[in-house]
């Protein structure tokens, strides 16, 4: 056979070799994360987990109620306040600002701020509200998230109301209908599952933030829902676990790391679900 | 929703006063809804304003008792009386470092995921390991911190590092960077959780912009006798460089703001060791261990460091952004 040939082959097989090792060593690491979050997760769950505070220094019992509220409690502000913004920004973008030059230096800010370092965002929540509050609040995490929560919500509710066809808004713009309407009657119905799938994105991303939240809500070892104290979070929670020297601090931390995981992976899965449901109609 | 919802008129059954009122209501209803819109967009032009702002005020005190020597000095003493010393340089170093590391790992191994995915593959495996490889993008960085440091640190000073010092490690001048003792909380511990992290975030990009190549291109050169390897070599890299260098560098702007995935494992030391096996800090790692429990100066300098960390990240992003637009473009032509 001619040697060119056999030469070609022979890198092709290296290379098909070398990905296949490339694909087995990262799907080696990734399902040892898993792994290990399972087999350390579920040795600790159990029911009080989720009724019981969290314990003081040195106690075996005890759970991780507070910090699960406490995160519920934020996450949700977060998505309350963030969502709206970031849908409204993003209905602009897509319906109003389509050639407009600021649209487009907004578009690209905000794809800066989606992939921006999230500690940077919990320094300016800290100077925004912490230092001028005089203290850390479960209000400022809340803040924190929303931030996060605003470019993703932005980028997916643009693109969604891209999809929607020009003809659906011209055929309710002949009827006579005022601009908002069909922005809000027509165009938000036909991309509702593209922009909830964002949403839940947004809801799984910041689900799990912990850098923000380390210096604007900080954690709080009590069962408390006031917002303009310290607030419990499982994240900052597990932080402050696995860095303790107590063995039952961190079987917690595994179990709050198992939880949180789960939660984010089902909101992922969830969202690719709905936006499936889309792109199939 | 909105101010003339609840009238909306039907043609013919209103009097025209009515239909004077109805129509300045929906003029009324367009523009608050349109400025409603417009606000918000500029709230994300405000946001990212708000941040240099508050990074410079908080960094102020700093970067007036300090100046540019800030980013030459090594020793951080923050406590010091009657005047404390803090310098960058560590963690600008531990940041550099542990990047690069993190990158020469992840993307070789994060664009071979997404060659074998687009290429070599067989079809059934295809859906459920990119589906795999997408979920784990989303796991929070917090897991692969913790992983990092309850199992992998142990493992690599037991086992890893010992015969990395042994072997490389007795090399002239390459070995310095391998020196010992071998440690849980090391920078290359840091590096190493840091690549994990983002290896399925390079994939998805990098398979994301593979398939757009268009399939004419990549069976007409199969057609002519192409190797699959020559096929990525020539048609799908040269056609998808601009796009998979915008996913590096958005990767490598993720590794450097990195905080919760290198703070648990890194060991926190501000002093400069040659060794990559030696405990060093990042700016994230920094921030994050000594912020809550700072004040005055100190919290200052810390600021200061998050603004560092900010325009470091800001500039690879923008670069990374402005070349997938590049390619974006070229699509849409």
Known sequence: ?281 | MSLAEGRVPLAGTASSGDKAAALSGFVRADKSFYWMTRLSALLVLAILGGIIVSLVIGAFPAMKAFGLDFLTTQRWAPQLEPTPVMGALGPIYGTLLTSLIAMLIAVPVGLGIAVFLTEFCPIVLRRPIALAIELLAGVPSIIYGMWGFFVLGPWLAEKFQPFMIATVGSLPILGDFFAGPPSQLSLFNAALVLSIMILPFITAVAKDVFDTVPPVLKEAAYGVGCTTWEVVRNVVIPYTRVGVIGGVMLALGRALGETMAVTFIIGNAFKIQGSIFAPGTTISAAIASEFAESSDLHQSGLILLGLLLFFLTFGVLTAARLMLLQLEKKQGR
């Open chain 1, 1 to 281: 056979m001619n040697p060119i040939y056999v030469r070609r082959r022979r890198v092709d097989t290296v290379i098909r070799l070398l990905c296949w090792a490339a694909a087995l060593f990262g799907l080696v690491w990734l399902g040892m994360i898993l792994f290990s979050l399972l087999w350390n997760g579920l040795a600790g769950l159990n029911f009080s987990v989720f009724t019981e505070m969290t314990p003081p220094p040195g106690q075996t019992t005890g759970g991780l109620a507070n910090a699960i509220a406490g995160s519920l409690i934020m996450s949700f502000l977060g998505i309350a306040i963030g969502a709206p913004l970031g849908l409204m920004a993003g209905t602009w973008l897509a319906e109003y600002g389509r050639h407009d030059k600021l649209a487009t230096v907004i578009r690209f800010i905000n794809d800066i701020l989606l992939s921006a370092p999230s500690i940077i965002i919990g320094l300016f929540i800290y100077g925004l509200v912490v230092v001028p509050m005089g203290g850390f609040s479960g209000f400022a995490g809340a803040l924190a998230l929303a931030v996060i929560v605003i470019p993703v919500v932005v980028r997916t509710t643009e693109n969604m109301l891209h999809l929607v066809p020009n003809t659906l808004r011209e055929a309710a713009s002949a009827l006579g209908m005022p601009r908002s309407f069909v922005i809000r009657r027509i165009a938000f119905r036909a991309a509702r599952a593209g922009i909830l799938t964002g949403i839940l994105l947004a809801t799984a991303r910041v689900a799990g933030e912990t850098a923000p939240l380390l210096f604007t809500s900080l954690s709080n070892q009590f069962w408390s829902l006031d917002l303009t104290n310290p607030l419990a979070n499982l994240p900052v929670t597990i932080n402050n676990f696995v860095q303790s020297p107590y063995a039952y601090w961190k079987q917690l931390a595994w179990t709050g790391a198992l939880l949180i995981t789960f939660a984010v992976l089902s909101l992922n899965i969830a969202a690719r679900l709905i936006g499936g449901e889309t792109t199939r109609k």
